[in-house]
């Protein structure tokens, strides 16, 4: 049960099987009561641990689970390469 | 699930569940509250947890004060820490004339008791010294505004809302609101039909087509506004920062990420949650021209979510002329967060047919009828 499954936020298996308990039963309400999958990685490392824990506890099937929308971008990118040049044309 | 309530409360959002949390606390638990998918799906699971009272309407300051207030108690109340954090608003001026106008709000602000101040560029800079300054005209600021954690508000509620054995549905959708002549008969969901005489309408971006379920017309239309987290760091941005000019705000959160969004001014109402390329850009362009040691920060995600949008960029509050108990608590037009605590508490009155705590009839639907109304300006985003 101490098993990191997020590490973005530091999050054992324990911490996600007790917040089921309480009553966060879906990975939408697990993602905002404990920050799962709101890392760097944006639930690369951890959702698909986290179904499987989901699947365990409450006894649903893969397919009941829905995922969390995956939001643009894949991947962190740092705001100077979003950002236009300074001075040039685009530059507004 | 039984079958009648006293009172139906459509929309499982900040206002939904903090009327039905202050009709709980006067020990009025009758109560449902549907939403039709989980709570905090819409406005509430998406805003940038801003807390402000630097608006320019008399309505939204009071709102905003008493709710500041409030907010200020909840932690205790809801038993969960809401990091709830008064590193203020530093609101920053481009232009002369907003410069002036600042002076107005400012003075109105504090006739009303908001301790805002009006600030120089360089005194803007003492508080956020990373800023770049260069083109400040003016700016006002203050202390007691914040940002609080959305969620954290919400499972708050929730939790209150169990203990007090108010029911809550959530995954139902409302199909229907049947009434006959001005009565409410029953509110139809594709889980079945639940007797009622009394609906809350708290349905965000959806509370118009609530509305005319029951046959009343409410002038609201939700409209897309995107919004980003970056990774988190060391807290080192203690305000929250805005620019009605440029439509941008951001903040730190205690979490420490940086959250932040920007209006797009040619945006069409519509049920659109869907993220654009413009916005990360222009978000990126304008963010760096006010910061631009944000260049190396990292942007992990960006959604949206809809601003609840009246004419008057105020909210809808009381009952509307077509129905009979059919009472509103929407068209916040992006800032219904800040100002649900308030805004519920007056609800949850209205509802058991109590002296309002703040007298809220300029906010009533039938404004729109006349058309001396007086819009907000303090909108950003």
């Known amino acids: ?92 | 699930m039984t079958d009648e309530y006293e009172v139906v409360i459509i929309g499982g959002g900040i206002n939904g569940l903090g009327t039905a949390y202050h009709m709980g606390k006067k020990g009025f638990t009758d109560v449902l509250v549907l939403d039709k998918s989980f709570l905090g799906y819409g406005a509430s699971g998406r805003n940038g947890g801003g807390i402000r009272q630097q608006w320019t309407s008399e309505e939204n300051i009071k709102l905003a004060l008493e709710s500041r207030k409030m907010f200020e108690r909840l932690d205790e109340e809801l038993e969960e820490d809401l990091e709830f954090y008064q590193g203020g608003y530093l609101v920053l001026s481009f232009d002369e004339e907003e410069a002036e106008e600042f002076k107005d709000n400012v003075k109105l602000q504090n006739s009303l008791g908001v301790e805002s101040e009006y600030l120089s560029p360089k005194e803007a800079k003492g508080i956020v010294p990373e800023l770049d300054t260069s083109d400040v005209v003016a700016a006002t600021f203050n202390q007691s505004d914040g940002t609080i954690y959305p969620f954290k508000v919400i499972h708050g509620y929730a939790n209150r809302l169990e203990e007090m054995g108010i029911d809550v549905k959530e995954h139902t959708e409302v199909t229907d609101i049947v009434t006959e002549g001005q009565e409410i008969k029953k509110v139809k969901t594709e889980e079945g039909d639940i007797k009622t005489d009394t609906v809350v309408n708290a349905a965000g971006g959806w509370s118009s087509m609530i509305a005319e379920m029951a046959g009343a017309e409410i002038p609201n239309e939700p409209v897309r506004h995107e919004i980003m987290v970056t990774e988190p760091y060391e807290r080192f941005l203690d305000p929250m920062v805005i620019s009605f000019k440029h439509g941008i705000y951001f903040s730190q959160s205690e979490h420490g990420n940086v959250v932040g969004g920007i209006g797009n001014p040619d945006e069409k109402p519509g049920l659109n949650q869907k993220s654009s390329l413009w916005f990360m850009k222009k978000f990126s362009d304008t963010l760096l021209d006010f910061i631009p040691k944000f260049s190396g920060v990292s942007m992990i995600r960006q959604w949206a979510g809809f601003y609840d949008v009246t004419p008057d960029a105020q909210p809808i509050l009381g009952t509307v002329p077509e129905v009979e108990r059919f009472y509103q608590v929407n068209g916040f037009s992006g800032h219904g967060f800040m100002v649900s605590p308030m805004v519920t508490k007056v609800t949850a009155e209205l509802v058991l047919g109590e002296e309002p705590s703040m007298d809220i009839d300029r906010l009533r639907v039938e404004r729109f009828e006349d058309m001396d109304i007086e819009e907000e300006g303090g909108v950003v985003g």
Not at chain 1, 25 to 51: F, T, V, Y
């Open chain 1, 1 to 92: 049960m101490t098993t990191i499954v997020c590490r973005c936020e530091d999050l054992t298996e324990k911490d996600i099987v007790e917040a089921i308990e309480e009553g966060y039963d879906e990975l939408e309400k697990l993602k905002r009561h404990l920050r799962l999958s709101m890392g760097p990685c944006q639930g690369s490392g951890c959702l698909i641990l986290a179904r499987r824990i989901l699947m365990r506890e409450t006894g649903k099937d893969i397919e009941e689970i829905d995922e969390p929308t995956s939001r643009p971008p894949s991947r962190p990118v740092p705001f100077s390469l979003l950002a236009s040049p300074k001075g040039g044309e685009d530059g507004d």
